[in-house]
């Protein structure tokens, strides 16, 4: 699935770019079990939290808070 904040995410114009575009997404595992799919370049992080919508504190709560304090 082709997120539009993925999209936007890869044609914003930085330094990085580049590299971002080109970085490959590892899993974001959350208590053993992978969460979601995470994409990393500098200061650039993009994380695609499964099972969430727009609102993913409501849809995955445990995920949330686990990015947050990463």
Not at 32 to 61: C, I, N, W
Request: charged content about 25%; proline content about 6%; glycine content about 8%.
């Amino acid at each position: 699935m082709i997120l539009g904040n993925s999209r936007w995410v890869h044609a914003m114009e930085w330094s990085g770019q580049k590299e971002f575009a080109t970085s490959l997404e590892v899993p974001f595992v959350v208590d053993g079990s992978e969460a979601g799919l995470l994409k990393r370049y500098g200061p650039l992080t993009f994380l695609k939290v499964h099972d969430a919508g727009h609102m993913v504190p409501m849809d995955q709560p445990k995920t949330a808070l686990e990015m947050l304090k990463k």
